[in-house]
């Protein structure tokens, strides 16, 4: 079984057991789980279900390794550099997105 699901404008398609870095988002910190209602599309090999856009009553749950704190983790450094030609004019600057990651639980449908 696998779901297509949408969080922070991205779509991921998921199955029990994966683990994904979604975009951060708040969370109590004593939370175990986190619901992740934004599900497009679920498919059990048999039937499929398809939301316009999303579907009703369709969740994933999701559950962190150990904290929620802890379960935060940084993405690749990007350095973009801006240059206008014959100016003498240049700026680089740098970037490191964080992420929320998670191990999907349960789809529910």
């Known amino acids: 079984m696998y ?3 949408e969080q922070g404008g991205k779509q991921y398609k998921v ?3 994966d683990v994904i870095d979604i975009e951060l988002t708040e969370v109590a910190a004593d939370a175990k789980t986190i619901e992740l209602d934004k599900v497009l599309f679920v498919s059990d090999g048999e039937k499929v279900q398809v939301g316009t856009p999303y579907l009703d009553g369709a ?3 999701a559950s962190f390794k ?3 704190e802890d379960a935060v983790v940084k993405g690749p450094k990007l ?3 801006y240059l206008r030609r014959r100016k003498n004019s240049a700026k680089r600057i ?5 992420y929320l990651q998670v191990i999907i639980d349960s789809i529910d449908a």
């Not at 740098?94 to 964080?98: A, C, E, I, L």
């Open 15 to 17: 199955s029990q057991g």
């Open 59 to 61: 969740k994933v749950v």
């Open 79 to 81: 350095n973009p550099t």
């Open 94 to 98: 740098g970037h490191r997105q964080k």
């Open 66 to 68: 150990v904290t929620a």
């Open 3 to 5: 779901a297509v699901i």
